[in-house]
């Protein structure tokens, strides 16, 4: 009789009932349990040469036997490993409820800093909140807990549709002062770029390829993928870029509320979503929202995410077959998500590494907007474009939070966002020629 025969199975199990109380058995009575491994259940990862890596030794063999023999046991059969349902239970369940309970705080917090007046209100708001999780909390979260990548990307799509939305023939209509905005654009990242720089390398003291990709005034992810591969400090250079764009979206509302002497955009009322939208138009703006990312992955745009469902209310508006309109709350939904989304990029990250480059973000962030407010002041008096506009047209932010400020002060966040598009492929492109030149790696010092 073979192992694998039926009956041989049948009385393995008839012995492991009758004298371990069943605890490998697969069915029948007893005290039969299962066995989930930490990461048993995870697919493989790629090695760095592009190869799987083994989680275990015995290749050729079936998984289960894999799992059964490397768990400890007091049977002599084999324990099986957890199905599905239980993976379900330990390890995804955790999960959804954490982010359901990080959006149930989000909705709080922006509620309150819409009734303190806060600029952005529903987006700095569940910001705090989620920083406050990240950092003083996250014992509290699951192990391995990453805020939802799909969750953000489907909100970003909804705010470049409203965008879209708002192109109109008026836009191309000041397509002549394009030639001056832009060039500012140019100067400023050029500019800017050298001013991070040397903020970074003098003042915080990291070597000359960390520095030179975490000064980037634009490029997030490429520049940070770029960086990876030149040997810069992943950690580092991931928290500057991200502290880069939470400084801006923090500050420059703020700072324009404090400049005007009150309350603006979404703080004082002003807002360009409609409250009164049919829910029968829902449908319409999920299948836009998913044509417009699957346009800017085809196409290869750069915040495809974003500039792609852009794209495609833009043709839509231009040539009015379609108007879209995006109710006020699905906005509201919308600044809620990205808020907590950044505010949590700070989990894992020490308290003291977190405080000095919070420091530092703010003295690179603060000489950027100084540059950008300069050529904002001499492109009104050669333009005669709003100022604030211009301000946000040239802050080095992310193109969907600047978008958001710019539709908080019911500017056109189409003429934004276009400027914006133009400063990410200048910096990514400017970056890819420079990194040829830039000296080699040293050591980080190391933090105090």
Not at 29 to 47: N, Q, T
Not at 163 to 188: D, H, K
Not at 267 to 288: H, K, M, Q, Y
Request: with cysteine.
């Amino acid at each position: 009789m073979r192992p694998h025969d039926p009956v041989f199975q049948h009385a393995a199990r008839w012995i492991d009932r009758a004298a371990f109380g069943g605890l490998a058995g697969p069915t029948g009575g007893g005290r039969e349990r299962c066995v989930v491994l930490p990461g048993a259940l995870d697919p493989p990862v790629k090695s760095r040469a592009g190869g799987i890596e083994r989680r275990m030794a015995g290749a050729g063999t079936s998984r289960r036997d894999r799992l059964s023999r490397a768990m400890p046991r007091t049977s002599p059969w084999p324990v099986p490993p957890c199905p599905r349902p239980a993976r379900v239970v330990q390890v995804i369940m955790p999960r959804i409820l954490t982010t359901l309970a990080l959006l149930a705080l989000a909705g709080l917090c922006g509620l309150a800093a819409r009734a303190v007046g806060t600029p952005l209100p529903f987006m700095l708001g569940p910001l705090a909140g989620a920083a406050v999780i990240a950092t003083v909390l996250p014992h509290r979260l699951p192990d391995g807990y990453r805020f939802p990548t799909g969750l953000r990307i489907g909100f970003i799509a909804i705010i470049g549709l409203m965008i879209g939305a708002q192109v109109t023939p008026a836009l191309f209509a000041e397509a002549r002062n394009y030639a001056l905005s832009f060039g500012a654009v140019t100067l400023f990242v050029g500019l800017a770029h050298g001013a991070g720089y040397a903020i970074y390398r003098r003042l915080g003291g990291y070597d000359p390829v960390t520095a030179f990709y975490a000064s980037a005034p634009g490029g997030l992810y490429e520049s940070i993928e770029m960086g990876a591969a030149a040997g810069a400090d992943v950690t580092r250079l991931m928290m500057q870029q991200f502290l880069r764009i939470i400084v801006v979206v923090t500050i420059l509302p703020l700072g324009l509320s404090l400049w005007l002497g009150g309350p603006v955009g979404s703080a004082g009322g002003v807002t360009l979503a409609r409250g009164d939208v049919p829910w029968s138009d829902l449908p319409v703006i999920a299948l836009a929202v998913l044509g417009g990312v699957v346009l800017g992955r085809v196409l290869r745009l750069p915040a495809g995410q974003m500039t792609g469902p852009m794209a495609l209310a833009a043709v839509l508006s231009l040539t009015g077959w379609l108007s879209l309109e995006v109710p006020q709350w699905l906005v509201n939904l919308a600044q809620m998500v990205l808020g907590t989304a950044l505010g949590m990029r700070f989990t894992g990250l020490s308290r003291a590494l977190l405080a000095r480059g919070t420091g530092l973000a703010l003295a690179a962030v603060g000489a950027m907007l100084a540059i950008g407010g300069a050529l904002a002041a001499g492109l009104h008096a050669l333009t005669g474009e709003a100022v604030d506009v211009l301000v946000i047209s040239l802050a080095p932010g992310g193109v969907t939070e600047m978008a958001l400020v710019a539709l908080s002060l019911n500017a056109n966040p189409a003429f934004v966002t276009l400027h914006h598009i133009y400063r990410i492929v200048l910096t990514v492109l400017v970056i890819g020629v420079l990194a040829r030149f830039t000296p080699g790696r040293r050591d980080a010092p190391r933090d105090r």
